[in-house]
């Protein structure tokens, strides 16, 4: 058969016709594939209909492992966070960083605020002073052409808090901007704010078109685009833990707690100096973040967007987490801006979206956004505590180890060997596969296959 890996009406397809037609020009097997691939359609059809509601042109699922880290003690409350990630070693740093701090008076959250921001872009050439002057006009037409859509958010104590004109024409030729600030409750309000920018941007258009201070040369105006900005720095939320630097305890090969502080202090400024390190320190902040972000079903590429922006601001990337080390206090913080939904888009839709918040004690988008936010700080903070004492490829690889072996099929006796043979020495993917054929006495496994099925 020749295979095709083009064509048109596939969005058309039912989901069974698009599978087939998928499994048979782009895989070897296409049996066997579409059999995997089906394996993981939901076994309640009416389930598997709400996940395929989210996308477009799905085909199955695709499964991520959802952990918990408990003993997150955050304001004096409690807290065991789901975390959906695939990294081995993620959910156990957490975990710890969290039992670490629980016994030194966990985190200490504040929200400093919740404003969103949107904006209209467009293009005109008229003067602005006669639109500064009739500005006060413009925004009463905005808000109101506004108002059947912000009726709800309004009634929820959220709705459009402010709406500038920003000159930008010294950047670029006659551009301009309308930035708005909302405030959307426990909603992440994407839709809310992009819906109210394009009822702003009709209502510009209208305005400059039909009022009679401008001139006819002065009507032409081009709107660009509208649509909300994903840089939410004042919807921030800062998460901090400290102790007596002799309260941290004492750390592998003999390190005492004033070393570690002052390797931890070190390693943290190192982040903010040099952004070859920032960027790998502020991925470990987002492993916390991204795996309760997902967890909750909230927009991560927003939040990754937002946060890496934030770690910008001034102008070279740097850590977004913070230490000092005064009158014989360790202090570690971090100022995150995150926007969160904790009603709309898919946190009810999705249902271990749902056990999420329920496990969480149903919180409102603030007390979400501390629970994020102390994730990020605890994973930040196991990552630098491992990097500076032991390093991290200990824990990490013993994590790893269990990857391994199931890559290589080992059976659950041989798991049991492994962790054994290998608690003091270097996990390598070659010295397992050594291990393994010794174990078996052959070289079944000389080229990385899968010669043993599992047996659990
Ligand atoms: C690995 O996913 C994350 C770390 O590299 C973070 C860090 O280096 O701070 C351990």
Redesign the pocket.
Known sequence: MNKRKSITGFSKFSKRKKLRWIVENFFKDPENVMRELMSFWHSSEEQQRVFDGFSENTISNYYLPYGVAPNFVINGKTYCIPMVIE?S??VA?ASSGAKFWMNRGGFKAEVVDTQKIGQVHFSWSGNVKKLRSVFDELRAALEKDAEDITANMRKRGGGILDIELLDMTDKEKDYYQLKASFETCDSMGANFINSVLESFSATLRQFITTHPIFDDHEKDVIVIMSILSNYTPDCLVRVSVECPIKDLGTFPDGMDSTMFANKFYKAIKI?HIDPY?AA??N???F?GIDAVVLATANDFRAVEACGHTYAAKDGQYKSLSHCTIDNGVFKFWIDLPIALGTVGGLTNLHPIAKCSLELLGNPNAKELMMIIAATGLAQ?FA??K??VTTG?QQG?MKMHLLNILNHLGATQAEEKEAVKYFDDKVVSFQAVREFIEKQRGDHSLKNGALVYKKTK
């Open positions: 990294e070693s993620v740093a982040a390190r790998t320190h991925k470990g902040i492993n930040n990552a630098i491992s990097l991290i990490h």
